[in-house]
């Protein structure tokens, strides 16, 4: 029998600070607690992303990027 992996994902979050306007949306809709929110949007958990893109969509400035590595 073959060792079995587990496969996982892991997601780059970036707020470019040009268009994040500090509304706080993204950390309200983040099942992560992924954000904290001060005058902008900082990704300080990132590592409880779960790549769903709530935070993508729900953020009205386009300032969130999500890649998948
Ligand atoms: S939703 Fe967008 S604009 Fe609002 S705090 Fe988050 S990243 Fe910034
Ligand atoms: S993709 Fe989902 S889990 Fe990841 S930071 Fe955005 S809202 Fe949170």
């Known amino acids: 029998m073959g060792k079995q992996y587990k496969d ?7 707020v470019d600070p040009e268009k994040c306007n500090g509304c706080g949306e993204c950390a309200e809709i983040c099942q992560g607690d992924v ?3 001060s005058c902008q ?3 300080v958990r990132p ?3 779960l ?3 709530a935070c993508v969509a729900i ?3 386009n300032a969130i990027i999500l890649t998948e590595i």
């Open 41 to 43: 949007a900082n990704p």
């Open 47 to 49: 590592e409880n992303c």
């Open 35 to 37: 954000f904290e929110v």
């Open 8 to 14: 996982f994902e892991v997601y780059l979050i970036h």
């Open 59 to 61: 953020c009205k400035s």
């Open 51 to 53: 790549g769903c893109e």
